[in-house]
C-alpha cells in the first residue's frame, strides 16, 4: 500500500511541477480578490482529487474493523452520544472545486472529528475550530472560507478528539501503518495542491509535529516533497514553494487567538501579523532542529 502512495504522490512530484511551469507560485497579497484556477492548473487539482478519493477507498477497504475499534474508543473515552458512520473520510467539499474558482488559501489541519466524519456531511473542518476560523477568515482577511479555502487533513482517518488517533492505533494495531501512509500521502499532496490553486498554505497545529508526536510522519514527508519542490523552483529560477508555507496554533480553545493577540505589535494590521507570525512558524515545519518551544 506504501509504494502505491508513493507512485502517485511522491514520485511524481517534481515531474507534475515542472509540467506545470509551477502555477502555484504567483502568491497574491491578504486583502485582494483571489487570482483563479485555469483549466490546466485544475486538470492536474481533478487528478490529486480523484487519487485521494481512491486512496480513501483504499484504506477504508484495508480495514474492516476499523468503525468497530472507533466505537469502542468512544466508549472507551467517554465520546458516546455519536454515531461511527464515516471511519476514514474524504473531504466532498473538494468536488466543488471548478476552473475559474477563486482560492485564496490551502488550509492543512489534523483529522475529522464527529461533525466531520458524519455520512450526511463529510467535509473537513466543519465543528467548533473550523466555526471559529470561518469566523476569523471573513472579518479580519476578507476571505469567505467555505468558496476560497480549500482543507485538507493530515490523516483522514476519524476519531473525536485528534489526541486519540494513538489510543485507536493500540485498539487496532492494523490501523498503524494506515495512518502513518495517510499522513505520508496527505503531506506530499501539500505543495502539489499549493501548486493547482495558486494558493498559500496555512498549516493548522503544530505541538504534534514534535519529534515523536502524533504527525511526525507527516512532517517527515512534508519535508521531503517541499525539499523536491524547491530543488525544482530553485533549477527554473522560480520563487521557492516553502515560501508560501505558514505555520499557525489551532483555532479550538482559543490558542490561535491567543497567539496572535500575544504576538501582534501595536498597531500592527492583523493581515500582516498573521503573515509575519505564520512564517516565524515555518521553521517549525520544515525544521524542527530550532529551538523554538512547541504550543
Same mark, same amino acid.
Given at each position: 500500500?506504501?509504494?502505491?502512495?508513493?507512485?502517485?504522490?511522491?514520485?511524481?512530484?517534481?515531474?507534475?511541477?515542472?509540467?506545470? &511551469?509551477?502555477?502555484?507560485?504567483?502568491?497574491?497579497? @491578504?486583502?485582494?480578490?483571489?487570482?483563479?484556477?485555469? $483549466?490546466?492548473?485544475?486538470?492536474?487539482?481533478?487528478?490529486?482529487?480523484?487519487?485521494?478519493?481512491? $486512496?480513501?477507498?483504499?484504506?477504508?477497504?484495508?480495514?474492516?474493523?476499523?468503525?468497530?475499534?472507533?466505537?469502542?474508543?468512544?466508549?472507551?473515552?467517554? %465520546?458516546?452520544?455519536?454515531? /461511527?458512520?464515516?471511519?476514514?473520510?474524504?473531504? *466532498?467539499? @473538494?468536488?466543488?472545486?471548478?476552473? &475559474?474558482?477563486? =482560492?485564496?488559501?490551502?488550509?492543512?489541519?489534523?483529522?475529522?472529528?464527529?461533525?466531520?466524519?458524519?455520512?450526511?456531511?463529510?467535509?473537513?473542518?466543519?465543528?467548533?475550530?473550523?466555526?471559529?476560523?470561518?469566523?476569523?477568515?471573513?472579518?479580519?482577511?476578507?476571505? %469567505?472560507? *467555505? $468558496?476560497?479555502?480549500?482543507?485538507?487533513?493530515?490523516?483522514?482517518? +476519524?476519531?473525536?478528539?485528534?489526541?486519540?488517533?494513538?489510543?485507536?492505533?493500540? =485498539?487496532?494495531?492494523?490501523? &498503524?501503518? /494506515?495512518?502513518?501512509?495517510?499522513?505520508?500521502?496527505?503531506?506530499?499532496?501539500?505543495?502539489?495542491?499549493?501548486?493547482?490553486?495558486?494558493?498559500? /498554505?496555512?498549516?493548522? &497545529?503544530?505541538?504534534?509535529? *514534535?519529534?515523536?508526536? @502524533?504527525?511526525?510522519?507527516?512532517?517527515?514527508?512534508?519535508?521531503?516533497?517541499?525539499?523536491?519542490?524547491?530543488?525544482?523552483?530553485?533549477?527554473?529560477?522560480?520563487?521557492?514553494?516553502?515560501?508560501?508555507?505558514?505555520?499557525?496554533? +489551532?483555532?479550538?480553545?482559543?490558542?490561535?487567538?491567543? %497567539?496572535?493577540?500575544? *504576538?501582534?505589535?501595536?498597531?500592527?494590521?492583523?493581515?500582516?501579523?498573521?503573515?509575519?507570525?505564520?512564517?516565524?512558524?515555518?521553521? $517549525?515545519?520544515?525544521?524542527?532542529?530550532?529551538?523554538?518551544?512547541?504550543?
Amino acid at each position: 500500500m506504501e509504494s502505491a502512495a508513493r507512485a502517485t504522490a511522491y514520485d511524481r512530484l517534481s515531474p507534475a511541477l515542472a509540467d506545470r &511551469g509551477q502555477p502555484g507560485l504567483v502568491l497574491r497579497s @491578504l486583502g485582494t480578490k483571489a487570482g483563479t484556477v485555469d $483549466r490546466r492548473a485544475y486538470d492536474r487539482f481533478s487528478e490529486l482529487r480523484d487519487e485521494f478519493k481512491a $486512496r480513501v477507498a483504499a484504506w477504508s477497504a484495508a480495514l474492516p474493523g476499523l468503525a468497530d475499534a472507533q466505537r469502542r474508543l468512544a466508549v472507551e473515552t467517554g %465520546d458516546t452520544g455519536y454515531a /461511527v458512520e464515516t471511519p476514514i473520510v474524504y473531504n *466532498r467539499a @473538494l468536488d466543488e472545486v471548478g476552473p &475559474g474558482d477563486d =482560492i485564496a488559501w490551502l488550509v492543512v489541519a489534523d483529522n475529522p472529528g464527529k461533525r466531520e466524519q458524519e455520512a450526511a456531511m463529510n467535509r473537513y473542518l466543519v465543528g467548533r475550530s473550523g466555526q471559529a476560523a470561518e469566523r476569523f477568515f471573513a472579518r479580519e482577511l476578507g476571505i %469567505d472560507f *467555505r $468558496r476560497q479555502v480549500v482543507v485538507v487533513n493530515k490523516t483522514p482517518v +476519524h476519531t473525536p478528539k485528534t489526541a486519540q488517533l494513538r489510543k485507536l492505533a493500540r =485498539i487496532i494495531p492494523k490501523a &498503524g501503518p /494506515v495512518l502513518e501512509e495517510s499522513q505520508r500521502y496527505m503531506a506530499a499532496l501539500v505543495p502539489e495542491l499549493q501548486a493547482c490553486l495558486g494558493a498559500r /498554505v496555512w498549516v493548522m &497545529g503544530l505541538s504534534e509535529l *514534535r519529534p515523536k508526536g @502524533l504527525f511526525e510522519a507527516w512532517r517527515a514527508a512534508l519535508n521531503e516533497a517541499y525539499r523536491l519542490a524547491d530543488a525544482d523552483a530553485l533549477g527554473r529560477s522560480l520563487p521557492a514553494p516553502s515560501k508560501g508555507l505558514y505555520g499557525f496554533n +489551532h483555532f479550538s480553545m482559543g490558542s490561535f487567538a491567543t %497567539d496572535l493577540k500575544r *504576538r501582534r505589535a501595536s498597531g500592527e494590521p492583523v493581515v500582516d501579523a498573521v503573515l509575519r507570525i505564520g512564517a516565524e512558524n515555518r521553521p $517549525r515545519l520544515l525544521d524542527l532542529s530550532t529551538d523554538a518551544p512547541f504550543l
